[in-house]
Nanobody, 121 residues
Framework: QVQLVESGGGLVQPGGSLRLSCAVS????????ISWFRQAPGKEREGVSC????????IYAESVKGRFTFSRDYAKNTVYLQMNSLKPEDTGVYFC??????????????WGQGTPVTVSS
Protein backbone atom coordinates (compact mmCIF):
# COMPACT_ATOMS: atom_id res chain seq x y z
CA GLN A 1 0.00 0.00 0.00
CA VAL A 2 1.39 3.36 -1.02
CA GLN A 3 1.23 6.16 1.52
CA LEU A 4 2.51 9.70 1.52
CA VAL A 5 2.22 11.46 4.86
CA GLU A 6 2.96 15.16 5.16
CA SER A 7 3.82 16.88 8.40
CA GLY A 8 5.36 20.11 9.64
CA GLY A 9 2.68 22.61 8.74
CA GLY A 10 1.33 25.18 11.16
CA LEU A 11 0.89 28.83 11.93
CA VAL A 12 3.88 31.10 11.37
CA GLN A 13 4.42 34.83 11.23
CA PRO A 14 5.47 36.54 8.01
CA GLY A 15 9.19 36.17 7.55
CA GLY A 16 9.27 32.94 9.47
CA SER A 17 10.24 29.43 8.42
CA LEU A 18 8.76 25.97 8.33
CA ARG A 19 10.08 22.62 7.22
CA LEU A 20 7.60 20.23 5.71
CA SER A 21 8.22 16.50 5.55
CA CYS A 22 6.70 13.88 3.32
CA ALA A 23 7.23 10.33 4.53
CA VAL A 24 6.78 7.86 1.70
CA SER A 25 5.99 4.16 2.07
CA UNK A 26 5.14 1.47 -0.44
CA UNK A 27 7.31 2.98 -3.18
CA UNK A 28 10.92 4.11 -3.43
CA UNK A 29 12.18 7.59 -4.17
CA UNK A 30 14.30 6.04 -6.91
CA UNK A 31 11.21 4.92 -8.79
CA UNK A 32 8.97 7.94 -8.45
CA UNK A 33 9.36 11.69 -8.50
CA ILE A 34 8.01 13.27 -5.34
CA SER A 35 6.88 16.85 -5.77
CA TRP A 36 5.21 19.51 -3.66
CA PHE A 37 1.97 21.28 -4.47
CA ARG A 38 -0.24 23.67 -2.55
CA GLN A 39 -3.80 24.85 -2.62
CA ALA A 40 -4.76 28.22 -1.28
CA PRO A 41 -8.33 28.88 -0.13
CA GLY A 42 -10.56 29.32 -3.13
CA LYS A 43 -7.80 28.60 -5.61
CA GLU A 44 -6.66 25.69 -7.72
CA ARG A 45 -3.88 23.39 -6.65
CA GLU A 46 -0.52 24.54 -7.99
CA GLY A 47 3.01 23.23 -8.15
CA VAL A 48 5.49 24.62 -5.64
CA SER A 49 8.54 22.46 -6.18
CA CYS A 50 8.40 19.75 -8.76
CA UNK A 51 10.92 17.32 -10.13
CA UNK A 52 12.12 18.10 -13.64
CA UNK A 53 11.28 15.09 -15.80
CA UNK A 54 14.40 15.58 -17.85
CA UNK A 55 17.12 15.67 -15.24
CA UNK A 56 15.40 14.65 -12.01
CA UNK A 57 16.27 17.90 -10.27
CA UNK A 58 13.84 20.04 -8.32
CA ILE A 59 12.46 23.13 -9.97
CA TYR A 60 10.53 25.88 -8.26
CA ALA A 61 7.58 28.08 -8.95
CA GLU A 62 8.64 31.70 -9.53
CA SER A 63 6.71 32.78 -6.44
CA VAL A 64 8.89 30.65 -4.14
CA LYS A 65 12.23 30.64 -5.94
CA GLY A 66 15.05 31.61 -3.59
CA ARG A 67 12.91 31.03 -0.51
CA PHE A 68 11.96 27.33 -0.68
CA THR A 69 14.35 24.38 -0.92
CA PHE A 70 13.51 20.81 -1.83
CA SER A 71 15.58 17.94 -0.46
CA ARG A 72 15.44 14.15 -0.33
CA ASP A 73 16.65 11.58 2.18
CA TYR A 74 16.78 8.26 0.37
CA ALA A 75 17.66 6.34 3.53
CA LYS A 76 14.48 7.58 5.21
CA ASN A 77 12.42 7.54 2.00
CA THR A 78 11.39 11.07 2.90
CA VAL A 79 11.36 14.38 1.07
CA TYR A 80 11.40 17.81 2.63
CA LEU A 81 10.44 21.34 1.75
CA GLN A 82 12.30 24.01 3.67
CA MET A 83 10.31 27.22 3.50
CA ASN A 84 11.97 30.47 4.52
CA SER A 85 10.89 34.11 4.40
CA LEU A 86 7.28 33.03 4.39
CA LYS A 87 4.64 35.43 3.12
CA PRO A 88 0.88 35.54 3.73
CA GLU A 89 0.36 34.46 0.12
CA ASP A 90 2.14 31.18 0.94
CA THR A 91 -0.88 30.20 3.05
CA GLY A 92 -2.57 27.02 1.93
CA VAL A 93 -2.63 23.27 2.23
CA TYR A 94 0.62 21.69 1.08
CA PHE A 95 0.59 18.30 -0.56
CA CYS A 96 3.29 15.92 -1.67
CA UNK A 97 2.64 13.65 -4.60
CA UNK A 98 4.39 10.76 -6.35
CA UNK A 99 4.45 10.44 -10.10
CA UNK A 100 6.59 11.02 -13.17
CA UNK A 101 7.45 14.60 -12.30
CA UNK A 102 6.58 17.93 -13.82
CA UNK A 103 3.90 20.48 -13.07
CA UNK A 104 0.84 18.63 -14.33
CA UNK A 105 -1.30 17.26 -11.52
CA UNK A 106 -2.55 14.38 -13.66
CA UNK A 107 1.01 13.06 -13.94
CA UNK A 108 0.94 12.10 -10.26
CA UNK A 109 -0.49 8.77 -9.12
CA UNK A 110 -0.35 9.13 -5.37
CA TRP A 111 -1.12 12.06 -3.07
CA GLY A 112 -0.79 12.75 0.61
CA GLN A 113 -3.57 14.18 2.73
CA GLY A 114 -1.93 17.58 2.97
CA THR A 115 -0.63 19.71 5.79
CA PRO A 116 -1.97 23.23 6.37
CA VAL A 117 0.31 26.26 6.43
CA THR A 118 -0.93 29.60 7.65
CA VAL A 119 1.26 32.68 7.42
CA SER A 120 -0.23 35.46 9.46
CA SER A 121 0.67 37.99 12.10
Amino acid sequence: QVQLVESGGGLVQPGGSLRLSCAVSGINLDDYSISWFRQAPGKEREGVSCIDRGNGRPIYAESVKGRFTFSRDYAKNTVYLQMNSLKPEDTGVYFCAAGIGGWVLEWYDYWGQGTPVTVSS
